[in-house]
């Protein structure tokens, strides 16, 4: 039978039409999870920046407004609203706009910073917008950094490999004091042998952590995978920390699918690991 009160999420990010990330990533992995999946494109780009050259870029800022003056009158609401690559700070602020206005009671509000790895911002960004970026994660219950994100939006050091849990717990904190409620940081290796996620929320007293196996070469757009199956897992009820493990196994899978084709290099076979995260969801 159908029941009437399912939820609906908004996802915020641009369409790298060819590549594997972002926009065509969210839609199909949350609604894979059976969940209503609105979006909203920030701009629509011919591929993704990273690797490729000579993409095209179209900035849809101006549209967004409309789009979401269009939304209110049809009293359009959202449980989750969740938010990817962002292409401009005037974007933040709209998001911040929508966080307000098309939010359903209890909204959840999941931020993934999606614009650094590896110590390094991708094409285009600067610290003033990581820190603008860091306003946005202040608003949200759940922000979803990587280290690398997590450092750039607190001015802390990235150090790479080596980190201690106290400098972890540090980071942590301070996205914490950012103003998020929770903050799940992604890609946390304590030894060569495992890498996962660590859950922090306000008022812990300790770290959670979900690690998995670590495999020698990372793949591009894993943090959309993972951020997309989170958003799925939490929106289906799941706790932050089972989110998270559910989302890393399934990027993990991805991962794995992917490994031994030189000709992927650009993104990540997830599509072959929905049938896990949706039997895992059903269980
Ligand atoms: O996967 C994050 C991402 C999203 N969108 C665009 C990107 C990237 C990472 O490179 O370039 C356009």
Partial sequence: MANIQDKKVLTVQDISCFGQCSLTVALPIISACGIETAILPSAVLSTHTGGFTGWTFRDLTDDIPAIVDHWEKQKISFDAIYTGYLGSK????????????????????????????????????????????????????????????????????????????????????????????????????????????????????????????????????????????????????????????????FTLAGMKATRGDDTHWYGTKFEKALPLLVGELNK
């Fill in 90 to 249: 005037r974007q933040i602020e709209l998001v911040k706009d929508m966080f307000s206005r098309l939010s359903a009671p209890e909204c959840l509000k999941v931020v993934d910073p999606a614009m650094a790895d590896n110590g390094t911002l991708y094409y285009g960004f600067d610290e003033a917008f990581a820190h603008e970026m860091g306003t946005l994660c202040g608003k949200a219950d759940i922000a979803l950094p990587n280290i690398t994100e997590a450092a750039m939006m607190t001015d802390m050091p990235y150090i790479g490999e080596g980190y201690d849990e106290a400098y972890i717990r540090k980071l942590m904190e301070k996205v914490l004091a950012l103003g998020a409620k929770t903050v799940v940081l992604t890609g946390v290796s304590y030894n060569k042998n495992e890498l996962g996620a660590a859950v922090l929320s306000r008022g812990d007293a300790e770290i959670s952590y979900y690690f998995h196996e670590r495999l020698d070469k990372g793949c591009h757009g894993t943090g959309d995978i993972f951020a997309s199956a989170f958003v799925g897992a939490l929106v289906k009820g799941k706790t932050p920390l089972e989110a998270a493990r559910i989302a890393a196994d």
